[in-house]
């Protein structure tokens, strides 16, 4: 997973101890794809401790090789698949406003679950210490029906 995140260019590369850490604490609300054994995807996420019925997604990557073949997509399906057992209803992520592959992503996976899909303003470039880009927020929520 850290190699991966550090190839992908893209990603905020944290280090590989909080990667084996993320593993070991959540990884009920994690997945990796693997290819021929050898981890070629992987998706962090947590439910939001405030609000345990959404899913939030900390992190998505697929390595380079293996992008294009609904990987990624197919990656959040299976998680959201899995916590909805749990009573997970709504997932989040934050995107950054040039990562247009991450927003079609999320916005195929809204759309595939008939959920809605919708950009808030969250964290904006002169938060972070360093340098870093705005960071929306993403919600794929259930449309709200009147009774
Ligand atoms: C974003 C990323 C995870 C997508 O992985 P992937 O396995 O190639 O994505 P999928 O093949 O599952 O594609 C899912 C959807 O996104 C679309 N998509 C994926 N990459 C795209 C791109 N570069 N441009 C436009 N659309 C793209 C696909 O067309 C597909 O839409 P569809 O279902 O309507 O056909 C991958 O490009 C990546 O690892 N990028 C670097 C890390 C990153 O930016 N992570 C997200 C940070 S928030």
């Given at each position: 997973m850290w190699e991966i995140a550090s190839d992908s260019k893209v990603l905020d590369v944290n280090s590989s101890y909080a990667y084996v850490l993320w593993c070991h604490d959540f990884a009920a609300t994690s997945i990796v794809a693997t290819l021929d054994g050898r981890p070629v995807g992987f998706v962090t996420g947590y439910r939001r401790?405030?609000?345990?019925s959404t899913l939030m997604i900390w992190q998505v990557a697929v390595d380079d090789s293996c992008r294009g073949h609904g990987i990624a997509a197919t990656m959040l399906h299976h998680l959201f698949d899995r916590v909805r057992r749990s009573g997970v209803v709504a997932m989040h992520t934050t995107i950054s406003p040039d990562n247009v592959a991450s927003q079609r992503l999320f916005s195929s996976v809204a759309q595939r679950r008939g959920l809605r899909f919708e950009r808030r303003d969250l964290?904006?470039?002169?938060?972070?210490?360093?340098?870093h880009a705005d960071e929306d927020l993403y919600l794929l929520e259930p449309e709200l029906v009147e009774p």
């Amino acid at each position: 997973m850290w190699e991966i995140a550090s190839d992908s260019k893209v990603l905020d590369v944290n280090s590989s101890y909080a990667y084996v850490l993320w593993c070991h604490d959540f990884a009920a609300t994690s997945i990796v794809a693997t290819l021929d054994g050898r981890p070629v995807g992987f998706v962090t996420g947590y439910r939001r401790p405030t609000d345990p019925s959404t899913l939030m997604i900390w992190q998505v990557a697929v390595d380079d090789s293996c992008r294009g073949h609904g990987i990624a997509a197919t990656m959040l399906h299976h998680l959201f698949d899995r916590v909805r057992r749990s009573g997970v209803v709504a997932m989040h992520t934050t995107i950054s406003p040039d990562n247009v592959a991450s927003q079609r992503l999320f916005s195929s996976v809204a759309q595939r679950r008939g959920l809605r899909f919708e950009r808030r303003d969250l964290f904006a470039a002169e938060q972070f210490a360093d340098s870093h880009a705005d960071e929306d927020l993403y919600l794929l929520e259930p449309e709200l029906v009147e009774p």
